[in-house]
Each structure stands twice: as structure tokens, then as C-alpha cells.
């Protein structure tokens, strides 16, 4: 990959930080917040992906959801001076996305992960038809996220019908 292509990435990367309220420090603790902080991060990103942001990172399914290793790596690296710049920097090619990230901001974590997890599911299916042994997405997002209730599934799907992503 060029160095302008990784820019790229971790401009839009800076931009949700930035754009979540997130500082260095907030995704770099030790405690449940920063914990809760990097879901949501990570989450946002691939949703924004799904849109169509310049999001590059690739994502696979892990304990909450997608997950990109190098997203981490980026968003570890970054100080608060840098998430500012590099925000800046990608405001004219992501502001189309400022009400999708608004609406992730304000969305509970669970919601979040299951929708993203959805939508993962959903992508895989379509990319191998059959994966999922011929079940519907939101009776896969069950068996991998059984905590998940029906009114929890709903409001995942519900979220992604908001954003304009459909699975």
C-alpha cells in the first residue's frame, strides 16, 4: 500500500475518534470506559465502511464483533494533537457521514455490536452463499451473540435501516 492510501485510512480513522469524542486517553486506558471507547470505535469504522467511507482497514469477526488489528494499531498510535490534525485533514471527504456518525455516537454498544455483527454476517453471506448453513442472517447473529434478545435484534436492525445500510 502507498503511504498516501494509509494516510487515507488513518485520516478517516482520526476522523471518528474525533468525531465520537474521543480522545487519546479514552481509547487508551486500561478501564471498562476505553474498553467500551475502542468497541465503539471499531464498530463505527466498519459501519462507515459499509456506507462507503474511504475506510480501508479489513475486518474480521472477533469477541464483539468485526474487528480490524490494524484500526487498533492506528487509533493506539495516535495523540490527541494527531486525532485533531488528521480529523481536520479528512473533514471535506467524510463530512457526508456526519449523520451516520452522530446516530453511532448516540446508539448503545450492544445495539452497535449486533448490528455490526448482522451486517458482517449478512456480507459474508452474500460473498459465499451458504456459509451460514442456509439460515437467515438474524438467526446466525443469535447463535453467535446468544445473549441477544428479539427487541435487541430488532434494534440492530433498526439502526442499519437508519443509516441506510441494508443486509
Known sequence: MTLTVVN???????????????????????????????????????????????????FSMYIHGPYSPDLSDDYYSMTDEEIKRLAEEAAPEMSRFKEAIKMIKKADLETLELAATLLDLAMAEKERPGILCKRKPEDALRIVKPWA??????GARRLLERLGISC
Open 149 to 154: 434478545n428479539d427487541e435487541q435484534v430488532r
Open 8 to 58: 487515507t485510512f488513518r485520516r478517516a480513522a482520526a476522523w471518528i475518534l474525533y468525531r465520537l469524542g474521543l480522545s487519546e486517553k479514552a481509547i487508551k486506558g486500561e478501564d471498562d470506559a476505553s474498553f467500551s471507547n475502542r468497541i465503539r470505535a471499531q464498530k463505527a469504522a466498519f459501519l462507515l465502511k459499509a456506507l462507503g467511507a474511504p475506510i480501508g482497514y479489513d
